[in-house]
């Protein structure tokens, strides 16, 4: 048996730009907030004589 391999319609292009610069954003955004948090929990150890 012999199968041939036809081409079809191209695919369309996905995935531009626009979603690796969302993806940066987000990614940027949760390290932020994660350091953030960090040193908000850091600094209310030291109030209270030591880090926790």
Known sequence: ???VNNAG???PNTGGTGTKLFTFSGGAIIA????MY???KRQKGKKKGGIQ
């Open 1 to 3: 048996m012999k199968v």
């Open 9 to 11: 319609q191209a695919l």
């Open 32 to 35: 932020a907030s994660s350091l």
């Open 38 to 40: 960090g040193y908000k």
